[in-house]
């Protein structure tokens, strides 16, 4: 099925461990995009790519790092993990302006 | 910058009730609109977007006019099911052109809860 396809779905890591977390789009979509929800703030944008070789900070980047690898997939790293990063994480893709985000499922991590 | 902000949930319904779930914004330009729905242990899903002043989206009936003069883009229902009980977001994107093309900023979301 096209979509947005995020790996792992959930993962517990200890503080100052590494991670990266994958995704991958099948929809030839230019733009991706992560956020990371948390309880009564909404989603708040980390990085984006608005094309194929070009990233780009959000609002809330410091902690991580982006790799847009291809048009199709766009990694989020954690190099030292926090508490404060337990979150849920959320890669998005799109074409064009107007048209909204395809989400992928989430990753629930917690750090402890 | 541009902002989103609903109205405080949660928003606890019975079956058949009315919806509305407040939103306004603030942002340059002319930003595109939309809701976002997320059903419990998944993604976000697009429910409805409009992209220009007085459109109306509409999907699953749930309707949201994009009312310029008062920055606003409300969502409504005329009568919900216990199926549409889920946390709705509102959010914008800027116009083209703009050095924030394409990115959603979000409203906080607000949950809904409708019972039998």
């Known amino acids: 099925n096209a979509g947005v396809t995020q790996t792992p779905k959930f993962q517990v890591l200890k503080t100052g461990q590494s991670m990266t977390l994958q995704c991958a789009q099948d929809m030839n979509h230019n733009s991706m995009y992560w956020y990371r929800q948390d309880p009564g703030m909404g989603l708040r944008l980390i990085y984006y790519s608005a094309s194929e070789g070009t990233t780009d900070k959000g609002e809330v980047p410091n902690g991580y790092n982006v790799s847009r690898l291809n048009k199709r997939e766009f990694s989020l790293r954690l190099e030292s993990a926090a508490p404060s990063q337990t979150s849920v994480y959320f890669c998005?893709?799109?074409?064009?302006?107007?048209?909204?985000?395809?989400f992928g499922s989430g990753t629930r991590l917690t750090v402890v | 910058g541009d902002s989103v902000t609903q109205m405080e949930g949660p928003v606890t319904l019975s079956e058949e009730a009315f919806l509305t779930i407040n939103c306004t914004y603030t942002?340059?330009?002319?930003?595109?609109l939309f809701w976002y729905v997320q059903y419990p242990g998944e993604g976000l899903q697009l429910l409805l977007k409009a992209t220009k002043a007085d459109d109306k989206g509409s999907n699953k009936g749930f309707e949201a006019t994009y009312r310029k003069e008062t920055t606003s883009f409300h969502l409504e229902k005329g009568s919900v099911q216990v199926s549409d009980s889920a946390v709705y977001f509102c959010?914008?994107?800027?116009?083209?052109?703009?050095?924030?093309?394409?990115?959603?900023?979000f409203g906080q979301g607000t949950i809904l809860t409708v019972h039998p």
């Open positions: 959010a914008l994107s800027e116009s083209s052109g703009g050095t924030s093309y394409g990115k959603l900023t």
């Open positions: 998005a893709s799109s074409d064009r302006v107007g048209y909204g985000y395809t």
């Open positions: 942002a340059t330009g002319y930003p595109s």
